[in-house]
């Protein structure tokens, strides 16, 4: 018989009950040190205490009211996202999926109101990751999201992700947008050269397409930066955020520039998106996260972090080939089954994540500090060794 909760997942046989900081306490007693962060989620850690008291507070309020009505976490949150990025405005989401699918609407509904309908299609990267949704999965394009779903959306093209010739020969008159997330993470952690985010900027510029970013995953300060455009010098047009920006309350977010913010009152809604209950929590959440010194100290400790994981893959290569990634959004790669590194850290009490290419993927809390640094590393050396031994 079927199990009451649908098995779509393959999960592990493990059940959490609290958390705190980088740390979850098992139902039976273990304790783990989290650095899949519920998939680059719970970025602030578990239980910070900042945010249980934001939430506590607003849940003592008003936890609902639609938006039928002002909700003035809502402006609030928006305002401070307007301020701190390119974005002149912001649509409030529950999800990663319905900020992409937000984004798409826009880019399509921005043509038809300018007399193009004809231009519709993005041009998005192979072994992409936009989501779950029938739209997003078109986008991400890949045969393991898309299988048993047809008819697929149309609308979509695909090119090698950090490759602008083919990104410029596939541009034809019914091109809209360009979409990439600047670091690919369930692909396996591939990030953009800033050449090449450079170099989408100049083509969308020089066809006039909107430039679209997917920072679900790679945004709130998980760079060192607030998002990854920045370290490129350049400004994406539309930009969907998710993951951490709720620390663990699902919200999402779908940022625009003016001249793109082509919706209007009557064509696109959500019931839960940007209730107050969950921007309470991302208000916490850009609390902390734009304190000073902050995502400079997430930078400093994810330095540390890439180093001695290149020190780790130069000590176990019969286990590792390669370290990959950028800010607290890395990966290492194996060289048997990925799933048993996950497994053997997992025996010694770390979280961490699979993800395509074979890579074993690190996208901790960014509130770690150096001695989690050295846990996870003395975890991922014994764990690296015996993997080793075992297939020698
Ligand atoms: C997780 C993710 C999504 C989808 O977010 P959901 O909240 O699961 O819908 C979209 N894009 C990227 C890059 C992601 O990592």
């Not at 506590?56 to 996202?81: F, M, T, V």
Request: one cysteine or more; aromatic letters at 8%.
């Amino acid at each position: 018989m079927i199990d009451a909760v649908m098995p779509t997942y393959a999960r592990t046989d493990v059940a959490f009950e609290t958390g705190e900081g980088a740390y979850l306490t098992a139902s039976d007693g273990r304790r783990f040190l989290d650095f899949g962060a519920g998939i680059a989620v719970t970025a602030l850690g578990h239980c910070h205490p900042h945010l249980v008291d934001a939430l506590r507070d607003q849940a003592g309020k008003l936890w609902h009211c639609s938006n039928l009505y002002y909700i003035p976490g809502q402006e609030k949150l928006a305002q401070r996202l307007v301020d701190a990025t390119f974005a002149d405005t912001v649509f409030f989401t529950n999800s990663g999926a319905e900020a992409m699918e937000c984004g798409l609407k826009i880019v399509r509904r921005h043509f038809d109101q300018a007399g193009q309908s004809e231009r519709y299609r993005v041009i998005c990267c192979t072994n992409a990751f936009h989501g779950r949704t029938l739209a997003t999965i078109a986008a991400g394009g890949q045969s393991h999201l898309l299988d048993g779903f047809d008819p697929v959306v149309g609308g979509f093209d695909h090119v090698a992700f950090g490759n602008l010739n083919e990104m410029r020969a596939a541009i034809t008159p019914e091109t809209a947008a360009i979409l990439v997330e600047p670091i690919q993470g369930e692909g396996g952690i591939f990030p953009a050269t800033m050449e090449y985010l450079k170099g989408l900027r100049e083509i969308a510029d020089e066809f006039g397409l909107v430039l679209f970013f997917d920072e679900v995953q790679s945004g709130m300060g998980r760079s060192g930066k607030l998002f990854v455009y920045e370290w490129a010098g350049i400004e994406p047009d539309v930009m969907a955020v998710a993951k951490g920006l709720g620390g663990g309350f699902p919200v999402g977010a779908c940022l625009v520039r003016e001249q793109f913010a082509s919706l209007v009152p009557g064509t696109h809604g959500t019931t839960f998106g940007g209730n107050p209950l969950a921007m309470a929590a991302a208000n916490a959440v850009l609390d902390i996260v734009l304190s000073g010194g902050f995502l400079t100290g997430v930078e400093a400790v994810a330095t540390r972090f890439r180093a001695r994981l290149e020190a780790l893959v130069a000590d176990h290569a019969g286990v590792l080939s390669e370290v990959r990634g950028f800010g607290l959004m890395q990966a290492v790669k194996c060289v048997g089954e990925n799933k048993a590194l996950v497994a053997k850290l997992f025996d010694h009490g770390m979280l961490a994540i699979p993800a395509g290419d074979n890579v074993v993927r690190f996208v901790p809390p960014l509130i770690i500090e150096d001695r989690h640094v050295d846990e996870a590393m003395t975890i991922l050396d014994a764990s690296c060794r015996e993997l080793g031994e075992s297939s020698a």
